[in-house]
């Protein structure tokens, strides 16, 4: 296995998990938050991919625009929200971060060493020098939130999942 083989796995594996995460999820139970101030998982989902879209597409993955007006639904303003028609649905969302996340593979895929071993957009370098760096964050951010979303399982009542 290569290692640009490898940044692609762990971006497709990734997203199943989450997804698995999230299967039994109602649209309601999206916008739960496990304390006040904590997001709920429809925000969480939003901001993913938002986050994903920005430090890709500034890596110079190609990848397409996000629809007219998604990323103004998931900024710091907007994670406040519980109204669940400011947001879109888990499908959608999920739908989203798989299409982000495939592209990104695809992308990955393709890198050079040299590809991989470029800087990072300045506005990443302090946490990601590189492009490698840009594509290893994507699952480990994802895994983060994974984390948040299994406490909202846990308040749920919801088996415990990994």
């Known amino acids: 296995m290569t290692v640009n083989e490898l940044v692609a796995r762990s971006l497709t594996s990734s997203t199943g998990m989450l997804s698995s995460t999230l299967a039994d999820f109602s649209d ?3 916008m739960v938050r496990p304390v006040p101030a904590a997001n709920h ?6 901001h993913l991919v938002v986050a994903a879209h920005g430090m890709l597409s500034g890596s110079g993955a190609p990848l397409p625009a996000l629809p007219a007006g998604f ?3 998931y900024t710091k303003e907007t994670a406040g929200s519980n109204d669940p ?5 888990k499908a959608e969302l999920l739908s989203s971060l798989t299409w982000v996340n495939e592209a990104a593979a695809k992308w990955a895929k393709t ?10 957009p300045e506005s990443l370098r ?8 840009v594509l290893n964050l ?14 909202i399982r846990r ?5 415990v999942m990994f």
């Open 138 to 151: 994507q699952a480990v951010h994802m895994a983060m939130h994974m984390g948040q979303m299994q406490v």
């Open 71 to 73: 990323a103004e639904r």
């Open 28 to 30: 309601a139970e999206m």
């Open 126 to 133: 302090s946490f990601c020098p590189t492009v490698a760096d």
């Open 41 to 46: 998982a429809t925000w969480q989902l939003g």
């Open 85 to 89: 028609k400011k947001f879109d649905s």
């Open 111 to 120: 890198l050079t060493a040299a590809d991989l071993s470029k800087a990072a």
């Open 155 to 159: 308040k749920l009542g919801k088996p």
